[in-house]
């Protein structure tokens, strides 16, 4: 069992940055990798970004590439997503996840969610 608590989303204008924390506690959390999800009103959810608890590896959508990181820092048990030059559709609830890498895929199996932290970008 793993709980993940989301904090740092909010209202950011175009061009900005927020960064996402992600806490995580429970049963072998470093069994599991870690990520990013994102679904905006009327579309599905949709793989952001993934991290190895080692840090060794990092997956990301190609619509984030370049502008987005993630980041882990073990002894706090947390992820982070650092979001930089920001755009409206970057709009969306941003869920962290555990589970598995899929690593042919570049994409990551959640099987434990946060609850969803806002993140809204005005033009």
């Known amino acids: 069992q793993v709980q993940l608590v989301e904090s740092g989303g909010g209202l950011v204008q175009a061009g900005g940055s927020l960064r996402l924390s992600c806490a995580a506690s429970?049963?072998?959390?470093?069994?599991?990798?870690m990520g990013w999800f994102r679904q905006a009103p009327g579309k599905e959810r949709e793989f952001v970004a993934a991290i190895s608890w080692s840090g060794s590896y990092t997956y990301y959508a190609d619509s984030v590439k370049g502008r987005f990181t993630i980041s882990a820092d073990n002894a706090k048990n947390t992820v982070y997503l650092q979001m930089n030059k920001l755009k409206p559709e970057d709009t969306a609830v941003y869920y962290c996840?555990?589970?598995?890498?899929?690593?042919?895929?570049?994409?990551?199996?959640?099987?434990?969610w946060g609850q969803g932290t806002q993140v809204t970008v005005s033009s």
């Open positions: 429970g049963r072998t959390f470093s069994s599991y990798a």
């Open positions: 996840a555990a589970g598995l890498l899929l690593v042919p895929r570049r994409s990551l199996q959640p099987n434990y």
